[in-house]
């Protein structure tokens, strides 16, 4: 059973940045996608990057691309989300989320398919 912890969630201004940790008890031993999820007050989760390890292939939600960076660990069972230059409407809680059986050569940017989720960490921005 794969295991995920966020960390590094916390109140920050607008403008200012965050670095978000996520790590994993194990990884997927076929192809899988990692990547971080969040979920405002009053709205659905939506996806904001992931990772596939089939080919290292991003993706971003339009939303967050220039501002926001995942990466991999050297150990490849943690998995980062750096946030700069956040805005208000960037308040959620944020998750860390793996699909198992990914499919290679498609998006993953999506909330179906995840079947671990950490239990996420709260990111506040605002003055």
């Known amino acids: 059973q794969v295991q995920l912890v966020e960390s590094g969630g916390g109140l920050v201004q607008p403008g200012g940045s965050l670095r978000l940790s996520c790590a994993a008890s194990?990884?997927?031993?076929?192809?899988?996608?990692i990547g971080w999820f969040r979920q405002a007050p009053g709205k659905e989760r939506e996806a904001v990057s992931c990772i596939s390890s089939s080919d290292g292939s991003i993706y971003y939600t339009d939303s967050v691309k220039g501002r926001f960076t995942i990466s991999r660990g050297n150990a490849k069972n943690t998995v980062y989300l750096q946030m700069n230059s956040l805005k208000p409407e960037d308040t959620a809680v944020y998750y860390c989320?793996?699909?198992?059986?990914?499919?290679?050569?498609?998006?993953?940017?999506?909330?179906?398919?995840?079947?671990?989720w950490g239990k996420g960490t709260l990111v506040t921005v605002s003055s």
């Open positions: 989320a793996i699909d198992p059986v990914y499919e290679h050569g498609t998006s993953c940017l999506r909330v179906w398919g995840m079947d671990y």
């Open positions: 194990q990884l997927p031993l076929d192809y899988y996608a």
